[in-house]
């Protein structure tokens, strides 16, 4: 597994630490992480029905998570997707949205990670594992 830094941005989570307190940051985390299979699952039905704009919409709203949690390896993926819907272009959707599916994977892994390493008591504002 690659270390968590190589795969999310700590940065953004520790800056989150600085407006959210552990439970709020926990909260958006843990949505973030059972709301994007359901995401990327509709997006790839969608495409299965040729629907464009249904990928382009479940994309979409994906990726204010992405950005606001530091997947860092997820954004370009997901831009990419949502831009290339949005042109109707369905050619490679498919072997990108699997690639998309295996970046959460990774970054699932990583986020879990990296709370796994947090001291509790340190009392730093970064969620602990749960």
Wanted: charged share 25%.
């Amino acid at each position: 597994m690659a270390s968590p830094s190589a795969v999310v941005d700590v940065e953004i989570l520790e800056e989150l630490g600085k407006f959210c307190d552990r439970t709020t940051i926990s909260h958006l985390i843990d949505t973030f992480l059972r709301l994007t299979p359901e995401q990327l699952e509709a997006a790839q039905e969608a495409l299965s029905r040729g629907d464009l704009y249904a990928v382009q919409c479940s994309i979409h709203s994906m990726r204010s998570g992405i950005g606001s949690l530091g997947a860092l390896r997820m954004a370009p993926i997901a831009e990419a997707i949502e831009l290339q819907a949005q042109q109707h272009k369905a050619d490679g959707l498919a072997t990108d949205l699997e690639r998309l599916t295996a970046e959460f994977a990774a970054f699932r892994d990583a986020l879990n990670a990296w709370r796994a390493q947090l001291n509790p008591s340190s009392g730093n504002a970064r969620p602990r594992q749960e």
